[in-house]
């Protein structure tokens, strides 16, 4: 059973064996910097007649290409851990209605994969489950239309705001390591859970600025939980503060006397090339760390190129009605730590 250290951090007392992904992304994101990473690559909108139908399918052929690639049946899988940024998980749900297995809807916004992945850990960690699935996806067309503008308004994009991916993502977590005795595979040994911030911030074109003080919170709480340094890591991963937020981020950790510049990357900078792309200060959504973790970083691990990894996903809790109603938005972080 897990072990908790300081306020916010739980070491694992059993492996979390990330023993399979699966990524498939939309056209913009497949042109990206990470093209060659992703399994599969479809239209914004899967050539279903609505974007939010085209969302789950994006979730449902990736539950599916996940499974075709592990040597277990469904009917193992003891849940499945997945969540979206649209009104009540809905492409989650729709996306896995005919599995067949268990299910757990989350919201953390852009978070939401980092937290899929931490519940499900401490639930196999505690005994009670041995295999789960965490999944979770975004559109950028059908976010467009529920938090901004649908997309025929043209509206023009300030320099601070993101461009929603239209991807999704899914890791097969277990206590038992798949494949060969000798086979090499990333696992969990400890997660951190975050605490909402408020910095009364309510522009909704600038998400890096609400959420790069919750990742900064998160990422001292880790290290102040576990005394670690910065050094421990290979990479500080996070997801998806874009341009904006990752240069926040690193000035409040210097504030804090924490330097993690020659090791920090950002998913929302690694899944596009902003400049020819066209996309402002880089990608966000619930897709965004879903995608470029569980193919490009994923590659990382498993060729050894990196071998400790704290992967922090952020996300903007944000609703329509708050940014109608004109609410401060709120930032949240979670993090995993993963070796290999």
Not at 37 to 47: A, I, K, L, V
Not at 106 to 123: I, W
Request: net charge negative.
């Amino acid at each position: 059973m897990a072990i908790k250290h300081g306020k916010q951090t739980y070491m694992l007392s059993k492996k979390i064996y990330i023993n399979e992904t699966a990524a498939i992304v939309g056209p913009r994101e497949k042109d990206g910097p990470l093209g060659k990473y992703f399994d599969q690559s479809e239209r914004e909108d899967f050539g279903e007649d609505t974007w939010e139908k085209g969302e789950a399918h994006y979730v449902n052929a990736t539950f599916n290409k996940l499974m075709s690639k592990i040597d277990v049946d469904t009917e193992k899988i003891d849940c499945i851990f997945s969540g979206d940024l649209l009104n009540q998980c809905m492409a989650s749900a729709i996306g896995l209605k005919n599995s067949g297995v268990p299910y757990l809807g989350l919201y953390g916004a852009c978070s939401t994969m980092v937290e899929s992945m931490l519940c499900a850990s401490l639930c196999i960690d505690g005994g009670g489950m041995t295999n789960a699935v965490a999944i979770t996806s975004s559109n950028f067309c059908s976010a467009e239309k529920q938090y901004r503008f649908p997309m025929e308004l043209g509206c023009q994009r300030t320099p601070t705001a993101q461009w929603t991916v239209t991807a999704s993502g899914a890791v097969y977590l277990s206590s038992q390591k798949s494949g060969a005795p000798a086979d090499m595979k990333p696992y969990i040994n400890a997660v951190t859970t975050g605490k909402i911030e408020n910095y009364k911030i309510n522009d909704v074109n600038n998400m890096g600025a609400v959420m790069a003080p919750a990742c900064a919170s998160t990422i001292i709480s880790h290290l102040n939980d576990l005394s670690r340094q910065p050094d421990y890591y290979d990479m500080i991963l996070t997801g998806d503060l874009g341009e904006t937020g990752s240069n926040l981020l690193c000035d409040i950790l210097r504030m804090h006397d924490i330097n993690i510049e020659d090791k920090h990357q950002d998913c929302g900078k690694l899944i596009f090339d902003s400049v020819r792309q066209g996309t402002k200060a880089g990608g966000s959504g619930c897709g965004c760390a879903a995608a470029v973790f569980t193919s490009y970083i994923y590659e990382l691990l498993k060729t050894l190129q990196i071998h400790h990894l704290l992967f922090v996903a952020t996300g903007a809790l944000i609703s329509p009605v708050m940014v109608k109603q004109n609410e401060d938005l709120l930032g949240i972080a979670h993090a995993v730590s993963i070796e290999i």
